[in-house]
């Protein structure tokens, strides 16, 4: 099934550089695209479904914008938020989205189709009037077909869309609201590849070769019977440089409006394997020939990779160990809420890449398209997860209820859209699911094995179970016991191929002797606390959550705040140093995907309002990295890193502990202007060193020595009064597409360039040029500034604001003003 076959151990790359060196079909083919976005010029409208009655009319006003859009992301923080403080106390509603468009007379014979990949939730539409179905699932892509309902030529057509995120809560998380993922039209011949219509993969790979099989599902929507030629050729590389390796042909002859599915098979010489550190892809170009013309074209990329998840040795790919160094990710941009944006998933997993992170869960529902995309071609071990409940229901309005009626349809087709993703490795089929401990979640469990297994034979299946042991807890201390050890019912079913922990840590030594005959993976772990920037100076002070974890967490930390030192966790988790110590000393142990690894708008644990987002994540929501960014970045990369905090501004003789986290070093030496107060070496399975000294403003040095030669010098000044702004952007050129960005960070420094870590002031941001400000954020899990304006206030010194090209090209100049500071301006160049 997944399992490898012979891996030959040989110079890979130097075989492959020769046989494309030698090969001469080399070209830069162009394809025709079937299909065209549909994002632009649509007209919105929020209506109170108490006053309006659920309608539109012609009265109605309506907006005009493009899509992807959340409207819940425009709205205000409430406190009394139906959507509660775990939907981010931001207001759902009922929107409704319309759009004129036209259709060419030419096309009136083709078949004409419209995707959304994402609309959250309960959408209907509708065509020149004619109802076209319903999907409850926000997080689904579904495509309707539109060909009998249109007008061909110069009269025009309209789309009416409907959103219903009225009914609250119906997430654990902030969902947004609205038609939040792309929109395309797609046109085609009545004879053509079906929607997600083909399936690539490669059972068989060696450093010689690999066999790919793809199996395409062919749709004949003629009233007759058709012969045609079905030809794929496989290309290395994606997008339009591109290399031919081979290609094969077939007749097929299928019937009147009928479907067909056909199996080829082309050996790869030399492939060009896909791993994490050089995610190569191929492109299967798919071609339909009827009557010696090209009717239909359709486009799969994929990669060669040979992998299997071992009962011992864990995760091995291309005969290669390979240790999953995993976070969990949810599904919004941050300050852009939950309206996808390629660049800026982009900058998060690069981000993460920078952390040493290989792998992404997609917590908890399917992804964006491009999220997968990107996870190809940047190199991430994806676990692709369905769903975040089965038939019982964890808040009231949530999936729980559809389930009868969706589940199968809606696993099927997230199973169709992504099973070529070569950054895909595990289907989870559910999270936390209440049902797991009974029978009728070993039923249900199965069926949904069933349906995967139909589809997908390539992939591991797992579920992400809280635990797969049942440990009992102590309602006094709140620590997990070693007592009354059960299995898990679902863990012990038999159904599922990887045993998925959620925490539980301190069973993962133990997990051969519980599951004896199925391989590990720690689906969800960790869930430490840090607010970026805050620090109690006396770090053995800092308190853990009182005795009953379903109080505020009152003690300690004043506003809300969670100290950064890797000290606070949830009594379920750990924190970042304990998991990781575990997963790290053994083998058998493949992996892990931490929670989480950037903050998420909802779910403020441990608090409740005022704070209306998470405090879980290793970076914040605006894409600062905390503090514990760097003990991961020391342990998980061939970097050489040297970071030592908090900063350098307290009251005189204050005691302060001071951590280092650093590698390839033997040890650190500190320095409190100029003089030694010690060095440290990290003992046993240390993950960071400290120092507990009094506070003398000036400058913190650290220096690591390796064999008593210098590997890294690392400085933190006492700041004076904040007095300037610096302005930094991710990049200084973008695109004049209407949808790239750029990230721009603001600082806040004292006179001699020196960041002010306790200066939380009001930034007020002005544009000039064809573009606008699309977001402003500075990570407080606290502060109820909106995210669509023009200022914010910083924290702990820094904010973000981000800036989206318009349709022109020219020089994009963003200024920023605080009182009692000097300005600052910088220049984005759309091109």
Not at 15 to 20: A, T
Not at 691 to 719: M, Q, Y
Not at 807 to 818: H, I, P, Q, Y
Request: glycine share 8%; with cysteine.
């Amino acid at each position: 099934m997944f399992k490898p076959t012979a891996y030959k151990k040989i110079g890979l790359f130097f075989v492959s550089l020769l046989f494309f060196t030698a090969c001469k079909t080399t070209t830069n083919e162009k394809f025709s695209n079937r299909k065209v976005s549909f994002n632009e010029d649509w007209s919105f409208h929020l209506n109170d479904s108490i006053i309006d009655k659920d309608t539109i009319g012609t009265s109605t006003k309506w907006r005009t914008l493009n899509v992807p859009h959340d409207w819940s992301i425009e709205r205000n923080f409430d406190e009394k938020s139906p959507a509660g403080y775990g939907g981010g106390a931001l207001n759902g509603g009922l929107g409704w989205y319309k759009k004129t468009f036209k259709v060419a007379a030419a096309d009136s014979t083709k078949i004409t189709s419209i995707t959304f990949d994402g609309v959250y939730k309960d959408s209907e539409v509708w065509v020149n009037g004619h109802y076209l179905g319903k999907r409850p699932n926000g997080y689904i892509g579904f495509q309707y077909e539109i060909s009998k309902y249109l007008n061909y030529g110069e009269k025009n057509n309209e789309i009416i869309v409907k959103v219903d995120n009225s009914k609250q809560p119906n997430s654990r998380w902030y969902s947004g609201s609205g038609i939040f993922r792309n929109v395309w039209i797609e046109t085609t011949d009545k004879l053509h590849v079906a929607q997600w219509g083909t399936y690539v993969t490669t059972p068989k790979v060696t450093a010689d070769t690999a066999s790919v099989n793809i199996e395409t599902t062919i749709q004949n929507q003629y009233p007759t019977s058709k012969k045609a030629t079905l030809t794929t050729t496989i290309f290395y590389g994606i997008g339009n440089d591109l290399r031919r390796i081979k290609s094969t042909s077939q007749n097929i002859t299928i019937g009147a409006n009928a479907n067909q599915k056909s199996k080829q098979k082309i050996q790869v010489p030399n492939p060009v394997l896909w791993s994490v550190e050089k995610p190569e892809l191929y492109t299967a170009f798919t071609e339909i020939s009827l009557d010696d013309k090209i009717i239909d074209q359709y486009k799969t990329n994929f990669g060669i990779r040979d992998f299997k998840f071992d009962l011992n040795k864990g995760f091995i790919l291309n005969g290669k160990q390979v240790k999953i160094k995993g976070v969990c990710l949810h599904h919004d941009l941050g300050p852009l809420g939950s309206a996808i944006n390629t660049r800026a998933i982009e900058r998060q997993l690069e981000i993460m890449k920078e952390m040493g992170v290989n792998g992404i869960r997609t917590s908890h529902n399917p992804p964006a398209p491009e999220l997968l995309d990107l996870c190809d071609k940047m190199g991430f071990i994806v676990m692709d997860e369905a769903f975040d409940m089965w038939k019982q229901t964890k808040t009231k309005y949530d999936y729980g209820n559809d389930w009868d009626k969706w589940h199968k349809k809606d696993l099927v087709d997230q199973l169709l859209r992504d099973r070529n993703h070569p950054s895909i490795f595990v289907w989870s089929i559910g999270n936390e699911i209440p049902e797991q401990w009974n029978e009728k979640g070993v039923e249900i469990a199965k069926e949904l094995a069933a349906i995967t297994r139909q589809y997908d034979k390539t992939r591991p299946l797992t579920a992400a179970m809280n635990p797969p042991v049942n440990m009992n807890i102590d309602a006094v201390t709140l620590q997990f016991e070693k007592k009354d050890v059960s299995i898990n019912p679902l863990a012990g079913s038999g159904v599922l191929d990887l045993i998925g922990y959620n925490y539980a840590h301190q069973t993962y030594e133990h997990h051969l002797k519980n599951f004896p005959n199925t391989p590990f993976i720690a689906t969800e772990t960790t869930s430490g606390l840090q607010t970026r920037g805050y620090y109690d100076a006396f770090s053995d002070t800092i308190k853990k959550w009182p005795v009953r974890w379903d109080l505020k967490f009152t003690e300690g930390n004043p506003g809300n705040t969670v100290s950064a030192y890797d000290q606070v966790q949830t009594p379920w988790g750990s924190t970042h140093e304990a998991t990781w110590k575990v997963i790290k000393k053994h083998d058998f142990l493949s992996g892990m995907y931490i929670w989480t690894g950037f903050d998420y708008i909802g779910e403020p644990t441990p608090y409740e309002w005022p704070s209306i987002s998470s405090y879980f994540g290793i970076v914040d929501l605006a894409g600062f990295p905390k503090d514990v960014y760097y003990m991961y970045q020391s342990e998980w990369t061939d970097k050489t890193v040297l970071h030592i905090f908090p900063h350098w501004n307290w009251k005189a003789g204050q005691t302060v502990d001071v951590w280092a986290y650093y590698n390839k070093a033997d040890e650190v030496e500190l320095f409190v202007n100029g003089k030694s107060v010690g060095k440290r070496s990290k003992k046993g399975d240390d993950l960071h060193v400290m120092w507990r000294i009094p506070f003398e403003a000036g400058t913190l040095k650290a220096v690591s020595r390796k064999d008593g030669k210098g590997v890294l010098e690392k400085e933190i000044k006492t700041a004076g009064n904040p007095s300037q702004l610096k302005l930094t952007a991710d990049r200084s050129t973008i695109k004049a597409d209407k949808n790239d960005l750029s990230f721009i960070t603001v600082d806040i420094l004292d006179d001699k360039g020196t960041l002010a870590p306790n200066a939380n002031k009001e930034i007020n941001f002005s544009l000039k040029g064809n573009g606008k400000i699309v977001g402003v954020c500075s990570g407080d899990p606290v502060s109820h500034e909106p995210y669509k304006g023009n200022k914010h206030t910083a924290l702990a010194g820094k904010c973000l604001v981000i800036v989206q090209s318009g349709d022109k090209s020219g020089r994009l100049e963003l200024t920023a003003k605080a009182n009692g500071l000097k300005q600052a301006t910088i220049v984005i160049t759309a091109e």
